[in-house]
């Protein structure tokens, strides 16, 4: 068993897309549109379609421009091998940090935090092992 991917609704999809290709480095993997139900899907991801690598679904309801995030919900966690040198190129994507790299409260690990332009909260976390791993955020 494996996590296949994650979904999240956005209110604009072409401005999530843009977000998660351009500032998060993410590949475009497929799209498809589903008249009859009224909604769009983006399935996005690092590794070019590796099917051993999870996958970001953007589910676009539509004529629905936003959404309540909910309590319940947290954030998506990606590894990169340089959080500081990864805030930086998402800062000049035009991208907003909102926690800059820094050690995690009680402990070593090197994280940061950003959010999509739908409010949604990506954790990076500095695994240097992650520098071959064939993410499309690079130090």
């Known amino acids: 068993m494996r996590i296949l991917h994650t979904m999240l ?6 401005r999530s897309i843009d977000f998660y290709t351009k500032v ?3 590949e475009l993997l497929r ?3 589903n008249a009859e139900y009224a909604y769009s899907l983006a399935f996005l991801g690092y590794g070019g379609g590796n099917p051993d690598q999870a996958e970001l679904e ?3 309801n539509w004529g629905q421009s936003d959404y309540e995030l909910g309590t ?3 954030h998506i966690a990606i590894g ?3 959080a500081q040198a990864v ?9 907003k940090v909102t926690r800059e790299a820094g050690p995690v409260k009680g402990g070593t690990t090197v994280i940061a935090f950003v959010e999509d332009p739908d ?11 992650d520098r071959a791993a064939g993410t499309g955020l690079s130090a």
């Not at 805030?87 to 991208?95: N, R, S």
């Not at 949604?120 to 240097?128: A, G």
Request: glycine residues 14%; contains cysteine.
């Open 72 to 74: 319940a919900y947290g």
């Open 9 to 14: 609704r956005v209110g604009d999809l072409q």
């Open 31 to 33: 799209t498809s549109e």
């Open 24 to 26: 998060m480095g993410m």
């Open 87 to 95: 805030c930086a190129q998402i800062k000049a994507a035009g991208g």
């Open 80 to 82: 990169v091998p340089d």
């Open 58 to 60: 953007l589910t676009y």
């Open 119 to 129: 409010g949604y909260k990506i954790e990076l976390i500095e695994r240097p092992d």
